[in-house]
């Protein structure tokens, strides 16, 4: 009997080509799952699945599976997961000094309509600070700068973090817990894949939370 790791993967299969039709998508709770136009199917993220099963009770064809258990037919689908990713993050762009003073303007204009001061931080993929600016404390620099840290080494808004992520983080991910903040105003940005993330602080979580929200679709729209 073998003992599946507690964070193993899941893998979509050839079943999936030519179906395409993105229902695990809309279920999976840590956004893993990806693909481009010119791809036939959808792939997951090996770094980031947390093996939940959410996709594979959604989907219509039965195309995923855990890793240890692809069909023999298809093994050739691991592979094929891992390298979309690792070729799209080779390949995506880092974002610019131009995009994230794009993003801090619309924050900071946003904090200004609702009546509060705030610091944004913007961090690129390898968790640098690419800008940010403040009309706020020293402490809320802190937190912006944290809460943009948060978004970007996992990949997903601060209020998705749970314990079980921060005590045993998917593989890839060594976050530095001294940095992790888990109010609402940490988002990551991108699409499809993330190239760095935004920090708000000053206001109410809801407050960074729209101010936040406000300068990713500033780029991003929804
Ligand atoms: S198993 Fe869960 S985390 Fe992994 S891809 Fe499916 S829905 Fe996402
Ligand atoms: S639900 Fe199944 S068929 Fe649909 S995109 Fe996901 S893996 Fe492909």
Known sequence: MTTAPVFSSYVIADPCIGVKDGTCVEVCPVDCIETTPDETQFF?????????????????????????????????????????????????????????????????????????KVAVAVLDRNCAVVAEDSDTSVEHDDVARNKAYTAVTFELATTAITDRLVESPPAGIEPDASRVVRDAGGLPFGRPYVLGAIGVAGGTPEQDLECGRVAVTTLWPD
């Not at 094929?80 to 204009?109: D, W, Y």
Request: aromatic share 6%; net charge negative; with cysteine.
């Open 44 to 116: 997951i993220d090996p770094e980031l699945c947390i093996a939940c099963e959410q996709c594979v009770l959604v989907c219509p064809v039965d195309a995923i599976y855990l890793v240890h258990e692809v069909p023999e037919q298809w093994k050739g689908s691991i592979e094929t997961n891992a390298a979309f990713f690792l070729r799209a993050k080779e390949e995506a762009p880092s974002v610019s000094l131009e995009q994230a003073e794009a993003m801090i303007e619309a924050a900071r204009s946003r904090a200004t309509e609702i009546g509060i």
